[in-house]
């Protein structure tokens, strides 16, 4: 199926296609990688390639797209913004007839959760630039997917499993570990890519929880975490004046005045987020 396709090189050629730091991209060319990134999630979460749909942020010249679709997937719906992609994205449809859509929009206006057929996965090497904000989109729709597997710099997928009490543990820890199952697969180098960012990066593994980590209203408990860690260093006594009375808060939680937001766990957050409620 794939024999009509050139090498990604030559495509790159073909279309004078360069990676536009404006749009945050970074191109992938090694198809050993782009196959593992694609069988590591589809090992994890087989059932959208089989049945359901997998959606592809930012493909760019298609080594992810190509990778999704040589693993099997039935049904392929990647959203590019770049008009450059286009030409070479058609080619793909191509060779893969009836398996590929593509949407020429903006990611941060399309409503994932309601693409194609669940259960619906999303795999993609996601734009630096509007990745965490891509993710947070995500999350508050988190039950329509059946999981998430997404490239980020390293810095922001270690936030995403920092434990409490470590230095990268924060908002968006708090916030991915109470909805998912959070796992970094593996490091990638900038050399593996096309510019080499100046950054090591890194394929983080979500699978959403049946149910939250403990019961809180999300707006809610993003309230609460804006307050604790915008003043991350001073102590809850003084950090949650800002959302409510600090000796209630902390008291709902069991935890000490005393303690800095870093210090406090997600259920314990969400204790905080169901006394703001009542």
Not at 16 to 34: E, R
Not at 99 to 128: C, F, H, M, W
Request: glycine share 4%; hydrophobic share 40%; charged share 25%.
């Amino acid at each position: 199926m794939t024999a009509s396709l050139p090498p990604l090189k030559e495509v790159i050629a073909k279309y004078s296609l360069s990676a536009k730091k404006t749009l945050g991209q970074n191109f992938i060319l090694d198809t050993n990688l782009l196959d593992k990134i694609v069988r590591s999630a589809k090992q994890r979460d087989p059932d959208p390639f089989k049945k359901g749909t997998v959606i592809e942020v930012g493909p760019g010249p298609g080594g992810v797209t190509r990778a999704i679709l040589e693993n099997g997937a039935k049904h392929l719906t990647v959203i590019e913004k770049d008009e450059r992609c286009l030409g070479l994205l058609q080619d793909i449809q191509e060779a893969y007839p009836q398996r590929l859509t593509v949407l020429n929009e903006d990611a941060l206006k399309v409503q994932a959760e309601q693409l194609g057929s669940a259960p619906r996965s999303v795999i993609a090497n996601l734009p630096y630039n509007v990745g965490t904000l891509l993710l947070t989109g995500w999350l508050k729709n988190i039950n329509s997917f059946s999981s998430l597997t997404l490239m980020f710099q390293k810095e922001v997928a270690k936030r995403l499993v920092a434990q409490p009490k470590t230095p990268e543990y924060g908002r968006l820890s708090i916030l991915t570990q109470w909805l998912c199952e959070a796992e970094i697969l593996f490091t990638v180098p900038p050399s593996c890519f096309t510019p080499p960012p100046k950054v090591t990066s890194a394929v983080v593994f979500l699978k959403p929880r049946s149910k939250p980590l403990a019961d809180a209203r999300i707006d809610l408990l993003e309230k609460i975490t804006a307050a604790a860690f915008n003043q991350r260093r001073k102590m809850l006594r003084s950090s949650l004046k800002s959302v409510g009375n600090p000796e209630e808060l902390c008291a709902a939680a069991n935890v000490p005045l005393s303690a800095r937001a870093e210090e406090i766990s997600v259920k314990d957050f969400c204790a905080m987020a169901r006394l703001l409620e009542k």
